[in-house]
């Protein structure tokens, strides 16, 4: 064999090792690279598995701790919702009580407003007790007409004023002991604290606190409305939830705006509107304010029996002579002009209708049908006409 013949010998030798060498290397940059993949993966699940909290979740067992009052806010979403029981410390997770949801159509009923929760209970509890009647606290309605003080009806029944619907509406119990605001002390700030500081609008804190009678100055700037009021909330706080929405009721009807033009204030519109309130039903509104309008032109006392019954706390149509002649700021029979403030919570028609009266030459009207509408007249012969049907037909 030549040496040529080992030099090429050798030479295949070497060639035939060198993919060998170049297969293992390839190999092991792979098992590097999977390795890496596989580090990667995990971490990723790991830490998808904490931020979806995917595969578990913190739940609480047992009876729970302590009461707590939890907000549910307008608008509120279920995550919202969980996450407001979360951080009063109702629920361990949010995941906890949404869990608790997805099988159960209850939690979409659940209405914004406030809530007495116990702590530390799990998600399936948590909602329970959120949909339970009882749990809601706060919540009051006020209706159109209403006014501060209670109303004595004729049967001796009691119509509860807004004093004590707010009163009855701030009060709640937390772990066995019961907290309140006291009429008394709704009294005070409505009569001594600065309207316009609570949520009443300038126009009518400014003319309000005006007024020679402080117990009723905040008399209809309170407005009719569903009410959902913080329980154990302080008086001042309890008042500036409700005039702050009323404000906004306010200016959602036009006000102060809509007065422009009508020869009165604002706050003028306002007593109108809440005479207009108790004297008519609503078909009859625009008609009512065109009497208001025209008695008031002539100029002509008013003669309302709601002025006359307001300070007597009294919800009657009709008057007595011997009230009638009692002296005082609300006797529209003995005193020309409007009342020195309005006598209750007007609707926002009676509003629309005391800045828009309908065209009309009357100057009265009497309830004339059962079904509470009223017959109007421009002469004092054709309403005494009136009168005489009315009573007829027993409406009057």
């Known amino acids: 064999m030549s040496d040529l013949d080992l030099w090429d010998a050798e030479h295949d030798e070497h060639q035939s090792r060198r993919p060998v060498r170049r297969r293992r290397r390839r190999g092991k940059v792979w098992a590097i690279v999977l390795a890496v993949l596989a580090l990667i993966g995990v971490g990723a699940y790991f830490g998808l598995q904490k931020i979806l909290d995917i595969g578990g979740y913190d739940d609480y067992s047992g ?6 009052v939890v907000e549910v806010q307008e608008g509120s979403s279920r995550g919202q919702i969980a996450d407001a029981l979360m951080k009063q410390g ?87 002991q019961t907290t309140c605001a006291s009429a008394e002390d ?50 001042e706080d309890l008042w ?29 519109v306002l007593i109108m509107a809440s005479l207009i309130e108790r004297e008519a039903i609503t078909a009859d509104f625009p008609k009512v304010s065109r009497v208001t309008y025209n008695r008031l032109a002539k100029p002509m006392k008013l003669q309302y029996d709601s002025t006359i019954n307001y300070v007597l706390d009294r919800p009657m149509i009709r008057t007595r002579p011997e009230d009638r002649a009692k002296a005082g700021g609300y006797n529209t029979y003995q005193n020309a002009g409007l009342p020195p403030t309005p006598i209750g919570s007007p609707s926002k028609k009676a509003i629309e209708a005391a800045a828009k009266p309908a065209d009309g030459p009357w100057l009265f009207f009497v309830k004339c049908e059962k079904n509470g509408l009223s017959c109007f007249a421009e002469t004092n012969q054709q309403h005494d006409q009136n009168v005489r049907d009315a009573q007829a037909r027993g409406a009057w």
């Open 63 to 68: 009876p729970g701790e302590k009461d707590v």
């Open 240 to 268: 500036r939830t409700l005039l702050t929405r009323s404000r906004a009721t306010f200016d959602s009807v036009g006000m102060p705006g809509i007065a422009d033009g009508m020869g009165f204030t604002p706050y003028d």
């Open 186 to 235: 709704l009294r005070k700030v409505a009569e001594t604290a600065d309207l316009a500081q609570l949520g009443a609008p300038t126009w009518a804190a400014t003319a309000a606190a005006r007024t020679p009678i402080p117990k009723h100055r905040i008399e209809g700037l309170v407005l009719p409305d569903v009410y959902d009021v913080r329980p154990g909330a302080s008086a």
């Open 90 to 176: 109702v629920v361990a997770s949010t995941k906890a009580f949404i869990e608790a949801g997805e099988d159960d159509s209850r939690v979409n009923r659940i209405q914004p407003g406030f809530y007495v929760m116990k702590t530390k209970v799990s998600g399936k509890d948590a909602l329970a007790r959120i949909v339970d009647k009882g749990a809601r606290k706060g919540q009051f309605q006020l209706r159109a007409g209403s006014q501060l003080d209670d109303v004595r009806n004729p049967d001796g029944s009691v119509v509860p004023g807004i004093i004590t619907l707010l009163h009855t509406a701030s009060c709640v119990e937390l772990n066995g």
